[in-house]
C-alpha cells in the first residue's frame, strides 16, 4: 500500500489532519521509579547473576585470577570432552589468552577461513556447517545482568552470531565488571551508542540454555540452542 | 481482502486433514458457530484436560513470577501507560520507527489487509528465488496465513517452533498464541514424528525434542529465508525484539541470507529503556519465566565484514482492520495488546473449549474481542458472547486491557447492527417493559408466580423446556417466592421495631428453636429442597 | 443513618429470605434499613447483553429510589458492581441522571462491605458449628473491589470450620444470559464448580451473590450431593440466633 496513505489513515483515525511530526511529550518512560533505583553492590551482583543463572540450569563459577579460570576452563572442558571447539575470535576473547588451555582440543576461530578457494557464499555456508558441527563455542560478552543471569552479546565482524547459538554447549567469559543489576543499564547503554552510529545489527540476551514446554507442558532443554551455558566469571 | 476467514476456509493443504484420523473434531475449522464447536471440544475429554493442565501451570507460575517481581500493580500500569502512550500517538512513533529501519539498511514495506501483506511476502521470496523458508512463531503470519500462500508458489515453508511443527505436521492451526500444541499428547507427538521420518522414537520428551533438533537444524541451514514476528519494534532506533525460548527465532534470523519480518503496525514501543518493561511483563505473563532464553534486538540486516547474519532485511507492516481502532475510545486499547497469552489462561471458558472452539487465529478472550473487530462482520460476532464476563482476564492482562468491557460494548454493536435474533430484542424489549415500571414489575411477578406453578417440583424447575433449556438441562432452576420480599417488608419492619432494642429482637424475631432445628436438620437433608410455601421458600435452604 | 436495601430482583423474587436474613441481622446492628418502593433491577441482565437502552430505562429506577438515602445496601456484589463500574457509562450525556448515578456510586455498599467498612463490625456474634467454604463472585472481587469482608466477617463465626474453596477465584458460570445463551459452556464451568466444591467436604457454600449461588446450588442439587448454599447474611443471621440460644438455654 502507498506509505503516505497508510500514515494519513493512522492520523485520520487519531484525531489529527496530518501525521505528527514532533516528539510527543512523556510522563512515563521506562520502568517505575523504585525499579531505576535499584542497584546491587558489586559482591551481591555477582553472587545474584550466579545464583539466576543457576536456577535456569546454566552453571556459573567466579573466579579470582586468570590463572584460576584458565584451570576452571579445562576441567570444565575435560568434563565435556568436545571433539571440537569453536571460538569467537577477535578483541574480547584474546585478552582472556586461552590458547595454552585449548592446546588439548581441535578449535575453530571465527571467522574461519578454511576451505580455500570458495565464492563468498559457500564459504559462508562451510563455516555455519563447522560451527554447527562443533560441540562447544566459547565467547566472550559485552554485559551481563544480574537480576535476570543473563549474558549479553553484540554482533560484530570478530564475533559470528552463530558461536553462541549453534554449538550444544555454549561457555562465555565474563569480567565481573561487565555485570550490570537490571536489564535497564544495558539497554541505557546500548541505546546511548545510537548518537555515534555504533548501535550493533543484533544483541542477543542468552538466559540459561534452550528450552521448550512444547511437548505436553514437559520442560525439556537444548531445542535448538546450546543445551547447556556455562559462564566463567573472572573478577576485575 | 482480510486473510484472517481464509483459516477457517479449507485450502488445499487442510482439505487432506481434514480426513485424517488425527484431527479431533474441536479442531475443525468452519464447524458452525462457537456453540457448535465449543459442544464438539467439550465432548473431547482429553482436550479439556490438557488445556486445563497447561493453564493452570502457566497461571500459578505467572503468579509467581509476579509475586517476584513485586510491586506487579506498578509494573501493569506502567505498561499499560507505554502501550497506551505509543498507540495514541502511533503516527508519530511508526513513522519514528520505520525512518531508523530503513536508515539501518531494512526494507520496509506496507499491508492494508491480509491479502496484501501475503502477497507481499510471497513477492519478496519469490524475488530472492527462495525454495525453503523456515519460520518461528509469529501470529501476523496466522492471521495473513501466510504458509498457504506460499506453498501456492511451491515454497516449502518450516515451522521451527517445536509446538508450531507439531501442529504444522497434522495441519492443524495453533490451539494457543503461547503454546500452540497445547491438545496434544506424546503419543501423538511421537506418532507423527514417526511419520516425518523418525522410525525409532520414544515417548520421552529429550527423544521427541531431539528428534526435531535434527531435522530441523538442516532445515536452517539450507533455508534460503528466514520469518519471524515481531514482538515489539523500538522506535528509536528501528530495532526487532524477539522473545524466544527455543533458539529457533535466532537461528530463523541468523542463518538464512533473507529475514523477513511480519508485524502488525500497533507493536511499537518508543524507546530502548520501554523494552525493560515489556520485557519483565511479557514472559511473566505468557510462561511465568523472569525473562525467556533468548531476547534478540536485530537492527538491521548484518553489517560489512559480519559473516552471518541476514544480507537483506524486509519488514512487512501490517493494518488489516488495526487502524479501525484508533481513535475508538471502547476499542483503541485492544491495540495495546502484548500477545502474552495470559489472559487465555485465567479464561475459565478458554479452559474448558481449547482454542480451535472460537474458530479464529486469536483464540481466548483477546481473540473474542479481536477477531470481530479486525474482521468487521457477522462472522465472528458470536464470540463476544463466549464469556461468562467473570472478568479473570483484565485481572491477568499485564497492560490493564478492560478485555470484559470490550465484550459488552461488543455485544451493544451486534444489537446496534442488528446482528441478533429477533426473539433476544424482543426478550429485553420485553424486560424494558415489564422491569422499568414498578406496576408492571408487580403484575408481571405476580403473573409468573402463577404461570410457574406447573413447572415447580419441591420448590425447584428442572423440566427441560423452554427459553430456560440451557440453564435446566444440566441444573435446576429456583422457584419464585410464594410471596417476594416486598410484600413481606412491611410485616418484618413492624415486627423489629425500632433498631437498637437489638438484644429482645431475636427471640421475637425468630423462635429460637427453629435455628436449632434447621442446623440440625443441615447434612440430612440434600441442599435446596424446602417447601417452597414455608417462610424460607427458595430453592436453595434446607 | 437512612439506609435503603437495594434489594435486587434476584433476591426480591426468589430468595426473599435473604432479604429477611440481611434486614434482621442489620437491625441487630443497629441500623433500620427502608425499601425504597421504585426500584426494580440494576438493568445488568440488559446491559451485558448488549441492550443499554432497555438497562438505561431499567437501571434508571434505582437513581430515582435511591436519591434520599445516605447509604444503600445490597445482597449482591454484581448488581452493586453493575452500579459502580457501568453507571457512569450507561448515564452519560444526561446531566441529572448523571449526578445521581455518581451519588448512588458513592454511598452504595455490598453487604459485606457495609457491615466491615461502614459499620466497622466484623464480629456479629455468630456461631455457626459446620464445615463451610466460600465462593467470592468475580463481579463482587473484579468489578467492584470485595476485598476479604465475607473472610473477615467468617473467621469471626465461632465454631465454624472454614476449608478453602480450591480454585475458588474461578467463574461458576453464572454470567447471567451466559448461562442460558452458551449453556453447555456454563455447565462445564458450574460442574467443575461443583466438583471442587465437593472436593471441600463442606456442608455448606457460602457466598455474597445468589446468581452464582443459584447456579452453583442448581448444579449441586442436579447432582443430588448433600451441600446447602447460604448468603452470608443467611449463615450470619442464622449463626447470631443460635449462639443467642445457646447463651439463653
Ligand atoms: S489481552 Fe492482555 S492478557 Fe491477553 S494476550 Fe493481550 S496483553 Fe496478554
Redesign the interface.
Known amino acids: 500500500m502507498d506509505e503516505a496513505a497508510f500514515f494519513e489513515r493512522i492520523a485520520r483515525r487519531l484525531g489529527r489532519s496530518a501525521p505528527l511530526s514532533a516528539p510527543p511529550a512523556r510522563d512515563a518512560v521506562g520502568a517505575p521509579e523504585f525499579w531505576q533505583a535499584y542497584q546491587l553492590p558489586e559482591e551481591e551482583r555477582i553472587a545474584k547473576f550466579c545464583a539466576e543463572l543457576g536456577k535456569l540450569g546454566g552453571h556459573a563459577e567466579v573466579f579470582d585470577s586468570l590463572a584460576a579460570l584458565h584451570e576452571g576452563l579445562r576441567r570444565v572442558l575435560r568434563e565435556l570432552g568436545p571433539r571440537r571447539i569453536g571460538l569467537v575470535g577477535g578483541g574480547g576473547l584474546a585478552a582472556f589468552a586461552l590458547d595454552e588451555v585449548l592446546a588439548e582440543w581441535e578449535t575453530v576461530v571465527w571467522p574461519y577461513a578454511g576451505g580455500g578457494e570458495l565464492s563468498e557464499e559457500a564459504a559462508r555456508a562451510e563455516v555455519l556447517r563447522v560451527f554447527a558441527a562443533a560441540d562447544v563455542g566459547i565467547t566472550d560478552c559485552d554485559w551481563a545482568v544480574a537480576d535476570t543471569g543473563s549474558i549479553v552479546i553484540a554482533a560484530d565482524s570478530g564475533r559470528g552470531r552463530s558461536v553462541s547459538l549453534l554449538p550444544s554447549v555454549h561457555i562465555a567469559l565474563i569480567r565481573s565488571s561487565q555485570i550490570r543489576t537490571r536489564m535497564g543499564e544495558v539497554l541505557a547503554e546500548v541505546a546511548a551508542r545510537r548518537a555515534s552510529g555504533g548501535m550493533p545489527s543484533g544483541l542477543f540476551f542468552i538466559t540459561g540454555p534452550s528450552r521448550s514446554s512444547d511437548i505436553e507442558n514437559d520442560l525439556t532443554i537444548g531445542v535448538h540452542g546450546p543445551a547447556a551455558v556455562v559462564a566463567l566469571v573472572l573478577r576485575g | 481482502m482480510s486473510g484472517i476467514e481464509q483459516v477457517r476456509e479449507v485450502g488445499p493443504a487442510q482439505a487432506g486433514a481434514a480426513e485424517s484420523v488425527a484431527m479431533r473434531p474441536a479442531a475443525r475449522p468452519g464447524a458452525g458457530g462457537v456453540?457448535a464447536r465449543?459442544?464438539a471440544a467439550?465432548q473431547d475429554e482429553f482436550l479439556?484436560g490438557a488445556v486445563r493442565f497447561t493453564t493452570d501451570r502457566l497461571r500459578g507460575r505467572k503468579q509467581a513470577a509476579a509475586e517476584e517481581l513485586g510491586r506487579w500493580e506498578e509494573w501493569r500500569e506502567r505498561g499499560r501507560q507505554i502501550r497506551a502512550h505509543t498507540v495514541e500517538h502511533l503516527d508519530y512513533y511508526l513513522r519514528q520507527f520505520v525512518d531508523n529501519l530503513r536508515a539501518a539498511g531494512a526494507k520496509v514495506y506496507f499491508a492494508v489487509d491480509a491479502h496484501e501483506a501475503a502477497e507481499t511476502v510471497a513477492g519478496i521470496v519469490r524475488e530472492k528465488q527462495g525454495r525453503l523458508v523456515v519460520k518461528s512463531k509469529s501470529m501476523v503470519s496466522e492471521e495473513i496465513h501466510l504458509n498457504h500462500r506460499l506453498a501456492e508458489d511451491g515454497v516449502e515453508v518450516v515451522e521451527t517452533d517445536l509446538g508450531e511443527y507439531i501442529i504444522q505436521l497434522v495441519h492443524e492451526a495453533p490451539s494457543h498464541i503461547i503454546i500452540p500444541a497445547i491438545h496434544k499428547t506424546r503419543g501423538q507427538i511421537r506418532d507423527l514424528f514417526a511419520a516425518a521420518g523418525g522410525e525409532d522414537l520414544s515417548t520421552e520428551t529429550r527423544d521427541l525434542a531431539a528428534f526435531a533438533r535434527r531435522t530441523l537444524r538442516e532445515k536452517f541451514l539450507a533455508a534460503d529465508v528466514g520469518l519471524t514476528g515481531c514482538n515489539f519494534g523500538i522506535a528509536e532506533t528501528g530495532s526487532i525484539v524477539l522473545f524466544t525460548n527455543e533458539g529457533n527465532g535466532r537461528m530463523v534470523s541468523t542463518l538464512p541470507r533473507t529475514h523477513i519480518v511480519t508485524m502488525g503496525m500497533e507493536r511499537i514501543i518508543p524507546a530502548w529503556a520501554d523494552l525493560e518493561v515489556m520485557a519483565n511483563l511479557l514472559p511473566r505473563s505468557a510462561t511465568g519465566q523472569k525473562l525467556t532464553a533468548y531476547m534478540t534486538v536485530i537492527t538491521g540486516p548484518r553489517r560489512q565484514g559480519e559473516i552471518d547474519g541476514p544480507d537483506e532485511l524486509h519488514v512487512v507492516i501490517l493494518d488489516n482492520g488495526r487502524s479501525a481502532q484508533l481513535g475508538d475510545p471502547a476499542f483503541q486499547p485492544v491495540l495495546h495488546c502484548i500477545r502474552c497469552g495470559a489472559c487465555l489462561n485465567v479464561c475459565?471458558?478458554y479452559r474448558?473449549?481449547g482454542g480451535h472452539a472460537y474458530g479464529s487465529v486469536y483464540p481466548g478472550p483477546i481473540g473474542a474481542v479481536l477477531s470481530p473487530l479486525l474482521r468487521d462482520g457477522e462472522q465472528y460476532a458470536d464470540l463476544p458472547?463466549?464469556?461468562?464476563?467473570?472478568?479473570?482476564c483484565?485481572?491477568a492482562c499485564p497492560v490493564k486491557i478492560p478485555l470484559?468491557d470490550m465484550l459488552?460494548h461488543?455485544?451493544?454493536?451486534?444489537?446496534a447492527r442488528g446482528w441478533?435474533k429477533p426473539a433476544?430484542?424482543a426478550a429485553?424489549?420485553a424486560?424494558?417493559a415489564v422491569?422499568?415500571h414498578?406496576g408492571r414489575?408487580r403484575l408481571a411477578?405476580r403473573a409468573?408466580r402463577i404461570l410457574q406453578r406447573p413447572l415447580v417440583r419441591r420448590g425447584?424447575m428442572?423440566a427441560r423446556v423452554g427459553?430456560?433449556?440451557?440453564?435446566t438441562?444440566?441444573?435446576?432452576?429456583?422457584?419464585?417466592?410464594r410471596?417476594?420480599?416486598?410484600e413481606?417488608?412491611p410485616a418484618?419492619?413492624a415486627e423489629?421495631g425500632?433498631?437498637?432494642a437489638?438484644g429482645m429482637?431475636?427471640?421475637k424475631?425468630?423462635p429460637?428453636?427453629?435455628?436449632?432445628q434447621?442446623?440440625a436438620m443441615?447434612?440430612?437433608?440434600?441442599?435446596?429442597?424446602s417447601d417452597p410455601a414455608g417462610?424460607?421458600?427458595?430453592?436453595?435452604?434446607? | 443513618m437512612r439506609v435503603a436495601l437495594f434489594?435486587t430482583?434476584l433476591?426480591?423474587?426468589?430468595?426473599?429470605?435473604?432479604?429477611?436474613s440481611m434486614?434482621?441481622l442489620?437491625?441487630?446492628?443497629?441500623?433500620?434499613v427502608m425499601?425504597p418502593?421504585?426500584q426494580?433491577?440494576c438493568?445488568q441482565?440488559?446491559?451485558?447483553?448488549?441492550?443499554?437502552?432497555?438497562a438505561r430505562?431499567?437501571g434508571?429506577?434505582l437513581l430515582e429510589a435511591f436519591a434520599g438515602a445516605d447509604y444503600v445496601v445490597s445482597p449482591s456484589g454484581s448488581c452493586t458492581g453493575m452500579v459502580h463500574h457501568?453507571f457512569p457509562e450507561l448515564f452519560r450525556g444526561d446531566d441529572r441522571a448523571a449526578r445521581l448515578a455518581d451519588e448512588l456510586i458513592r454511598k452504595s455498599y455490598e453487604f459485606s462491605q457495609f457491615v466491615v467498612r461502614v459499620l466497622g463490625v466484623t464480629d456479629v456474634g455468630a456461631c455457626f458449628?459446620?464445615r463451610v467454604t466460600y465462593h467470592p463472585s468475580?463481579?463482587g472481587s473484579?468489578?467492584l473491589g470485595v476485598r476479604d469482608e465475607p473472610q473477615q466477617l467468617l473467621a469471626k463465626v465461632r465454631d465454624i470450620e472454614l476449608v478453602p474453596l480450591p480454585y475458588a477465584?474461578?467463574?461458576c458460570?453464572?454470567?447471567?444470559t451466559?448461562?442460558?445463551?452458551?449453556?453447555?459452556?456454563?455447565?462445564?464451568?458450574?460442574?467443575?464448580k461443583a466438583a471442587h466444591v465437593a472436593e471441600t467436604g463442606a456442608?455448606?457454600l457460602v457466598g455474597t451473590d445468589?446468581g452464582c449461588?443459584?447456579?452453583i446450588?442448581?448444579?449441586?442439587?442436579?447432582e443430588?450431593?448433600?451441600?446447602?448454599?447460604?448468603h452470608l447474611a443467611?449463615l450470619l443471621y442464622?449463626g447470631?440466633?443460635?449462639a443467642?440460644?445457646r447463651r439463653?438455654?
Open positions: 456453540q465449543a459442544r467439550l479439556r475459565p471458558v474448558h473449549i458472547y463466549a464469556s461468562s464476563l467473570c472478568g479473570a483484565f485481572e470484559h459488552v461488543l455485544r451493544q454493536r451486534n444489537v441478533v433476544e430484542r429485553f424489549g424486560f424494558r422491569f422499568a414498578l414489575y411477578m409468573a425447584r428442572d427459553p430456560l433449556r440451557g440453564w438441562q444440566s441444573r435446576s432452576f429456583p422457584a419464585l417466592a410471596q417476594p420480599f416486598r413481606r417488608f418484618l419492619v423489629l425500632p433498631a437498637g437489638a429482637e431475636s427471640a424475631a425468630r429460637i428453636g427453629e435455628a436449632h434447621q442446623a443441615r447434612g440430612g437433608q440434600p441442599n435446596g429442597v417462610p424460607a421458600g427458595g430453592e436453595h435452604r434446607g | 434489594i430482583c433476591v426480591d423474587n426468589l430468595f426473599p429470605q435473604v432479604g429477611e434486614v434482621r442489620l437491625h441487630r446492628l443497629g441500623v433500620e425499601l418502593a421504585g426494580t433491577c438493568g441482565p440488559a446491559f451485558n447483553s448488549g441492550y443499554a437502552e432497555e430505562a431499567v434508571a429506577t457501568y458449628p459446620h468475580c463481579h473484579r468489578l477465584e474461578d467463574c458460570g453464572f454470567g447471567g451466559f448461562a442460558v445463551k452458551m449453556g453447555d459452556i456454563s455447565t462445564a464451568m458450574v460442574a467443575e456442608e455448606v445468589m449461588l443459584m447456579n446450588g442448581g448444579r449441586l442439587a442436579r443430588g450431593r448433600p451441600v446447602q448454599v447460604m443467611e442464622e447470631v440466633v443460635l443467642e440460644g439463653v438455654g
